[in-house]
C-alpha cells in the first residue's frame, strides 16, 4: 500500500479518526462533507483519510474547517459493493478500506470508519485486527431509536455473521454490556434474546439453550436478563440490549428503516392533501421537525463490528453528511470512553465464564459457589 503523508498537524492534542473515503454510494465528496460537519462541531476530532491524493486534495481544500486536521494517506484502488470478500483479502492491500484498518493496527488512529461493502469489511478487520482471544464470531451491533430514557436501543448481531449458536448468542450478550455501558453509561444494562414469543418453550433449540446460557450468568456478568423479547420490543422500553443472529437483526434493521421512510413520506403526503392539511403543517411545523430528528435512520448512522482488536464503525453505503457525521460521531464518543480496552477485558471475564460452565461452576463476584 502506498502511504503518502501530509505535513499537517492532525494529531495535535485530538483524537485520530481513521476514515475510508472512498466506500459510500455517493462518492468521496460526500464523506469529506460529513468529517466536515464533525469537525466544525467537535474541535477535539482530527482525521486522517484514505483515498485517491489528488480527489481527496481538492475536497479537503474547499473545506477550510479541515486544515491542519486531515492528514491524506494515498490508496489508488477501491473497494465496490460488488466484490466478492475473498477477493478483496487476495487483491485490496492497495485500497482505502485496507489503508483505512492499517492505521488503526499501527496504533495510528483510534477508531476507523467506512461506508464500504460490509462483508468485504468485516473480513478485512477480521484478518487485519484480528478477533479477541476467546471470541468465535465477531458481531456489528447497531442503534435503534426507542423510547427508553438513552434514547436508543442496541440490537445486535446486525448481519456480520447470518449464523449463531447459544455460546454466540452468549457473547453477544456480553457485548452488548459492555457497549451499553460505554456508549450509554448503563451501569446494570437489560439483556433481551430475540425469539417469536416471550414463553420459554418458544423457539429454536439454539435459542432455548441460549435463553438458559444467558440466564445463568446475568448476574456475574453484571446485566439484567429480561428473558425473550418480540420484535415490537425493539424500539420499547423492555431491554437496552437486543441479542439475535444475524440473519434475522439484519432483516430486522431494514425493516426498520424502511417503515420509517415510509412514515415520513405518508406524513408528507397528508399535510400535503388539503389546503387546510398544508395550513395544519405550517402550525406543526417545529413538532414534525423535532419527530423528524428522531426517527431519522441518518442520525443513529453507524454500525460498531464488536470482537476485535481495534474498534471499527460500519456506516450505512448509502449515508450522506448527516449520516457520516453521526457515524463519526459514535466513533470519537467510543475513543473517549476506551472502548476497545474495556471491551476485550469484558471478553476475557467470558472466557473465565466459559471455563466456569465447562466445570459445572458458577463464579459469583469472584467467587466460586
Excluded at 476514515?19 to 460537519?37: F, K, L, Y
Aim: with cysteine.
Amino acid at each position: 500500500m502506498t502511504a503518502v503523508r501530509d505535513n499537517t498537524q492532525a494529531g495535535a492534542g485530538r483524537t485520530i479518526i481513521s476514515v475510508d473515503a472512498m466506500g459510500g454510494d455517493q462518492g468521496p465528496a460526500t464523506v469529506v462533507a460529513g468529517i466536515a460537519r464533525s469537525a466544525k462541531k467537535n474541535p477535539e476530532i482530527g482525521f486522517i483519510l484514505h483515498g485517491p491524493r489528488e480527489v481527496l486534495e481538492r475536497l479537503v481544500a474547499k473545506r477550510r474547517v479541515l486544515a491542519g486536521r486531515c492528514e491524506i494517506r494515498h490508496a489508488p484502488d477501491v473497494v465496490s459493493m460488488q466484490d466478492k470478500p475473498s477477493q478483496v483479502m487476495r487483491h485490496g492491500r492497495e485500497t482505502s478500506m485496507w489503508s483505512a484498518l492499517e492505521s488503526v493496527r499501527n496504533d495510528e488512529a483510534t477508531v476507523c470508519v467506512s461506508c464500504g461493502n460490509t462483508g468485504a469489511l468485516m473480513l478485512m478487520s477480521v484478518m487485519r485486527l484480528r478477533k479477541l482471544p476467546g471470541i468465535y464470531r465477531p458481531a456489528i451491533a447497531v442503534m435503534w431509536p426507542s423510547q427508553n430514557p438513552q434514547r436508543f436501543n442496541i440490537m445486535l448481531d446486525g448481519g456480520a455473521d447470518i449464523r449463531a449458536d447459544a455460546k454466540d448468542l452468549m457473547q453477544y450478550a456480553l457485548m452488548g454490556t459492555s457497549y451499553a455501558r460505554n456508549g450509554f453509561c448503563l451501569e446494570r444494562p437489560r439483556i433481551g434474546l430475540l425469539n417469536v414469543g416471550t414463553e420459554e418453550h418458544k423457539g429454536r433449540a439454539e435459542l432455548k439453550e441460549a435463553y438458559d446460557l444467558i440466564a445463568a450468568n446475568a448476574d456475574s456478568a453484571g446485566f439484567e436478563f429480561v428473558g425473550f423479547v418480540e420484535g415490537r420490543d425493539l424500539p420499547g422500553t423492555t431491554c437496552d440490549v437486543i441479542v439475535t443472529d444475524g440473519f434475522t437483526g439484519n432483516v430486522a434493521l431494514k425493516t426498520g428503516e424502511g417503515v420509517a421512510n415510509l412514515f415520513s413520506d405518508l406524513l408528507r403526503e397528508a399535510f400535503a392533501f388539503t389546503p387546510l392539511s398544508r395550513v395544519a403543517s405550517l402550525l406543526a411545523l417545529t413538532s414534525l421537525r423535532r419527530m423528524k430528528k428522531r426517527i431519522d435512520p441518518r442520525r443513529a448512522n453507524g454500525g460498531v463490528f464488536l470482537g476485535l482488536n481495534g474498534t471499527v464503525v460500519k456506516s450505512h453505503g448509502a449515508a450522506d453528511a448527516t449520516g457520516v457525521s453521526a457515524a463519526v460521531k459514535l466513533a470519537f464518543q467510543l475513543a473517549q470512553t476506551g472502548f476497545s480496552e474495556k471491551l476485550a477485558a469484558r471478553v476475557a471475564s467470558a472466557s473465565m465464564l466459559d471455563q466456569d460452565i465447562a466445570t459445572g461452576t458458577t463464579t459469583t463476584n469472584g467467587e466460586n459457589e
